[in-house]
């Protein structure tokens, strides 16, 4: 997506019920910034969107 449309800086996130150390590192390997994992929490969507105004930082932080 970032290649394609030039948006080098957009912060992609993952959103998934369920996800292992494998998956998580194939996630990164593709370029998302972020996983979210479900049921989300109030907690875990402050602490996404805070990351998310930091910028991108090249690895992939797992939230739930």
């Given at each position: 997506?970032?290649?394609?449309?030039?948006?080098?800086?957009?912060?992609?996130?993952?959103?998934?019920?369920?996800?292992?150390?494998?998956?998580?590192?194939?996630?990164?390997?593709?370029?998302?910034d972020?996983?979210?994992?479900?049921?989300?929490?109030?907690?875990?969507?402050?602490?996404?969107?805070?990351?998310?105004?930091?910028?991108?930082?090249?690895?992939?932080?797992?939230?739930?």
């Amino acid at each position: 997506i970032r290649r394609e449309l030039g948006l080098t800086d957009l912060f992609v996130v993952a959103y998934t019920a369920h996800c292992t150390e494998q998956d998580n590192l194939e996630l990164q390997n593709q370029g998302f910034d972020a996983l979210l994992i479900k049921p989300a929490t109030l907690a875990a969507f402050q602490r996404l969107c805070e990351r998310a105004r930091q910028g991108r930082t090249g690895h992939c932080a797992v939230l739930s």
